[in-house]
């Protein structure tokens, strides 16, 4: 599967932003999406993740309650909607797709596929 995640900007503190990624292939509806982002000179880091079906949804702690992810699986896409941004959610935002985890879904190491990122900005 190739994934490509845009809608990324600069966003005032406290603004929204909606970021899709769109996946290619007839079975994307069999993956498990997460969303990871990277601040500068920090690692990558898990933000959200939902099963195949949408039912089960993870987030990280630090954007419980302000961000949501959510799929559209007869549109190949997955979303994650941010709201209440901080300047602290700023970074590079990659969207990944895994078939079948060998670990937990908070882990980069769990994922095979990445899309190419998409740049998020938020301004005090």
């Known amino acids: 599967v190739q994934l490509q995640a845009f809608g990324g900007g600069l966003v005032q503190a406290g603004g929204s932003l909606r970021l899709p990624c769109a996946a290619s292939?007839?079975?994307?509806?069999?993956?498990?999406m997460g969303w990871f982002r990277q601040a500068p000179g920090k690692e990558r880091e898990f933000v959200a993740a939902i099963s195949w079906s949408g039912a089960s949804k993870d987030y990280a702690d630090s954007n419980k309650g302000r961000f949501t992810i959510s799929r559209d699986n007869a549109k190949n896409t997955v979303y994650l909607q941010m709201n209440s941004l901080k300047p602290e959610d700023t970074a590079v935002y990659y969207c990944a797709a895994e078939l079948s985890l060998g670990g937990s879904s908070y882990s980069t190491k769990s994922y095979t596929y990445w899309g190419q990122g998409t740049q998020v900005t938020v301004s005090s």
């Open positions: 292939g007839r079975t994307f509806s069999r993956y498990i």
